[in-house]
Nanobody
């Protein structure tokens, strides 16, 4: 079965950093887009960054120049380095994989989310 397990969330002050990790099984990064999504309280799920098998990346405007996605293909692990965190970044963060676009509707497999809380 496909499994995507995100971890690394926590409480951080504004301006701080966190690195999220997502360990995948049952999928390969050669065949799927892998990305990070988030859902803030009362909001819909939002795509924030994705990476495809060629290494091409997408970042939502809200996180450009602050967040970086990276992958370790051998370990089937994807990372999200989050710097200069803002309270607006507070959300549950999800790792997902799919064959569509970097959008919640384009993802086929979802991991359990990890909570990121940024205090002012």
């Amino acid at each position: 079965d496909v499994q995507l397990q995100a971890s690394g969330g926590g409480l951080v002050q504004a301006g701080g950093s966190l690195r999220l990790s997502c360990v995948a099984s049952g999928v390969t990064f050669d065949d799927y887009i892998i990305g990070w999504f988030r859902q803030a309280p009362g909001k819909g799920r939002e795509g924030i960054t994705c990476s495809d098998s060629t290494g091409s990346t997408y970042y939502a405007d809200s996180v450009k120049n602050r967040f970086t996605i990276s992958k370790d293909n051998a370990k089937l692990t994807v990372y999200l380095q989050m710097n200069s965190l803002k309270p607006e970044d507070t959300a549950v963060y999800f790792c997902a994989a799919g064959t569509g676009i970097c959008d919640p509707d384009g993802m086929d497999y979802w991991g359990k989310g990890t909570q990121v809380t940024v205090s002012s």
